[in-house]
């Protein structure tokens, strides 16, 4: 049944979320999507809270706020949430532009998740990539830089997750694994999940693609390789990128610098000076993205404690003084916050995906 569309707030959100220079080739596809559901355009770009001429013409272009304001629409109208899903794995590679020509003319693998993290800001802002090598795997995980409730967060992670995983089988054909498709979220209400949606996991400790035993294909020639047409589209990439605007780097800079060390995580202070900030400015322009250091530690230590129980052999309570613990219990309960279950349960569950 229909829901009604949640409210998002934009009020701290940076200047470049509203900047209409985004493609509409995604939000088209969700309105497709939404039509065959019995959701008219109108009544979808009505519910989205945005005009009635945002589609028009073949090269319109929106900006991030419009384009999560009709993906949410198009979850709360079909009453489906598991819509970013059936849409994104409807897209073929050219819905992604010069990118996914790039992709499909790589050499092998490795040079095409390498162009992939090069060239993601020009279709993937808004969501930080990076790309793992863990054991004989790789994961492919992805983070929002702006802050979203989590039913709309996972609406925009999935129609990523679904395209990237349809791209992977795409361009190694012979793949004999299918790619898991990891979303924080629980599974959609519906209980139905669109057709060719294996692999699909829920309540997981980050959002991502999983690809077990991957290492071995990276230097794999691809069936799609075309060395004169992969310099034209990366000719095309370079002039996109300069073109587009500077985003916001900030949360990715914090993300990527909160990382667990010998002597544990940073402290507020440490964090600030690794990013030549001052410790109020910092928390500042923390608080104007809704956002805040415990909340960021946070999610750093159910990230790094999932992976270590799943990865390792390392004792719980040696994994609890590791994330700065002092005692296990605190780190049961916490855990049991994060994930819903202690983390023994979750070791034994899990073990060896990470």
Same mark, same amino acid.
């Given at each position: 049944m229909p829901e009604i569309v949640p409210t998002i707030d934009w009020t701290h959100s940076p200047d470049w979320t509203r900047q209409r220079n985004q493609s509409v080739t995604y939000v088209r596809m969700f309105a497709d999507v939404a039509e065959q559901r019995e959701v008219s355009r109108e009544a979808l770009l009505s519910g989205a809270g945005v005009s009635a001429t945002l589609l028009d013409g073949p090269s319109a272009r929106v900006s991030l706020q419009e384009t999560v304001q009709v993906f949410a629409a198009?979850?709360?109208?079909?009453?489906?949430?598991?819509?970013?899903?059936?849409?994104?794995?409807?897209?073929?590679?050219?819905?992604?532009?010069?990118?996914?020509?790039?992709?499909?003319?790589?050499?092998?693998?490795?040079?095409?998740?390498?162009?992939?993290?090069?060239?993601?800001?020009?279709?993937?802002?808004?969501?930080?990539?990076?790309?793992?090598?863990?054991?004989?795997?790789? #994961?492919?995980?992805?983070?929002?830089?702006?802050?979203?409730?989590?039913?709309?967060?996972?609406?925009l992670l999935s129609s990523m997750l679904g395209s990237m995983a349809s791209g992977i089988r795409f361009i190694l054909p012979d793949l004999s694994l299918v790619p898991q498709i990891w979303l924080q979220g629980p599974p959609p209400a519906s209980g139905t999940a669109p057709e060719g949606a294996q692999g699909v996991r829920y309540h997981k400790p980050r959002a991502g693609i999983w690809v077990p035993e991957a290492v071995q294909w990276l230097d794999s020639a691809l069936p799609t390789a075309n060395p004169e047409a992969l310099n034209q589209a990366l000719a095309q990439c370079e002039r996109e990128s300069a073109l587009l605007a500077p985003g916001d780097t900030l949360m990715r800079h914090v993300r990527e610098a909160l990382v667990l060390g010998a002597d544990g995580y940073p402290t507020p202070e440490q964090l600030a000076e690794r990013l030549h900030l001052t410790p109020r400015t910092l928390?500042?322009?923390?608080?104007?993205?809704?956002?805040?250091?415990?909340?960021?530690?946070?999610?750093?230590?159910?990230?790094?404690?999932?992976?270590?129980?799943?990865?390792?052999?390392?004792?719980?309570?040696?994994?609890?003084?590791?994330?700065?613990?002092?005692?296990?219990?605190? #780190?049961?309960?916490? #855990?049991?916050?994060?994930?819903?279950?202690?983390?023994?349960?979750?070791?034994?569950?899990?073990?060896?995906?990470?």
């Open positions: 198009a979850a709360a109208l079909t009453g489906d949430t598991g819509i970013g899903l059936d849409v994104g794995q409807r897209m073929p590679l050219t819905a992604h532009g010069s990118l996914g020509y790039v992709l499909m003319c790589a050499g092998n693998a490795r040079e095409a998740i390498g162009l992939l993290e090069r060239f993601w800001h020009l279709r993937g802002r808004s969501v930080v990539l990076s790309v793992q090598i863990e054991g004989g795997g790789v #994961f492919f995980e992805l983070v929002p830089e702006v802050v979203l409730p989590s039913t709309v967060r996972d609406v928390r500042r322009r923390l608080q104007e993205r809704g956002q805040g250091f415990q909340l960021l530690l946070e999610e750093a230590r159910r990230r790094d404690g999932c992976h270590l129980l799943g990865s390792s052999d390392v004792e719980i309570q040696r994994i609890s003084e590791l994330l700065g613990f002092a005692d296990p219990a605190n #780190f049961t309960r916490a #855990f049991k916050v994060w994930m819903g279950m202690t983390p023994s349960q979750w070791r034994h569950q899990h073990a060896g995906e990470d």
